[in-house]
């Protein structure tokens, strides 16, 4: 029976794995860890040179995490199979961050809020506004993205947030968006909005907790900054 024959960079990928394995993955370079997730569906290849390719291509660990499946399948040495490992730990991550924010309230953890919405919505080139529905023990029910592209006035519609948490049998919202420029500073269109989907919330009872502008690692926080408190007392004293 013919000897196995080592493949070119094996014991490299055994030294990574020793590495991480000791000591997870502090002194790596963010191409190692490219470089390690492909090796968990490459079994007879090295991977030194596609991870080095994909960070150039996506720019950073986070670039190339993200990436859809066509965009790494044009990265040489990447393909369908061997991008197992860095589609899985995504996934992984996602669920995570999903499962333990629905042992928590998020009312009382816009930062934990903030860590989950972040790993989907950083980078994106577009804005996003996305719904977390509660019910009525402040516990997550779900969580969609509503609209896609520059907020306005004229891109945000009331009826359809209201219609979806009526749907969801939602007993309160927190509403977050992106700044892709990374300010997370609010425009006057985005306290416009606000106010705008507050009011029309409140007329069929269902409460607005927050909404949370995320930026590059950082986030506003409309409840913490206290404009959701004036805008219910705005609505009440219009409304007494």
């Known amino acids: 029976m013919a000897e196995r024959k080592a493949h070119k960079g094996e014991g490299h990928r055994k030294r990574l794995r020793e590495r991480f394995l000791r000591g ?132 945000v519609y009331p009826r359809e947030v209201v219609r979806q948490a009526l749907e969801h049998r939602a007993a309160a919202v927190i509403f977050a968006h992106n700044h892709p420029s990374g300010d997370p500073d609010p425009s006057p269109e985005d306290v416009a909005i606000t106010r705008k989907l507050l009011f029309a919330c409140k007329a069929v009872g269902i409460t607005v907790h927050e909404h949370l502008v995320i930026g590059d690692n950082r986030y506003f926080s409309f409840a913490d900054r206290g404009y959701i408190a004036d805008m219910n007392r705005e609505f009440e004293g219009i409304n007494a």
């Open 24 to 155: 997870g993955l502090s002194g790596f370079h963010d191409y190692e860890v490219v470089e390690l997730l492909l090796t968990l569906a490459t079994p007879r290849r090295d991977c030194k040179d596609a991870a080095k390719a994909a960070l150039a291509r996506f720019k950073s660990l986070q670039g190339v995490l993200e990436a859809s499946p066509a965009e790494l399948c044009r990265i040489e040495g990447i393909g369908p199979v061997n991008m197992l490992g860095i589609r899985l730990i995504k996934a992984v991550a996602d669920r995570f961050l999903e499962e333990k924010m629905l042992r928590k309230d998020p009312v009382h953890n816009a930062r934990e809020v903030f860590d989950y919405l972040y790993c989907n919505m950083k980078g994106k080139n577009r804005e996003r506004f996305k719904v977390i529905y509660l019910d009525t023990r402040n516990k997550i029910l779900a969580t969609e993205t509503l609209f896609v592209g520059t907020l306005t006035a004229g891109a």
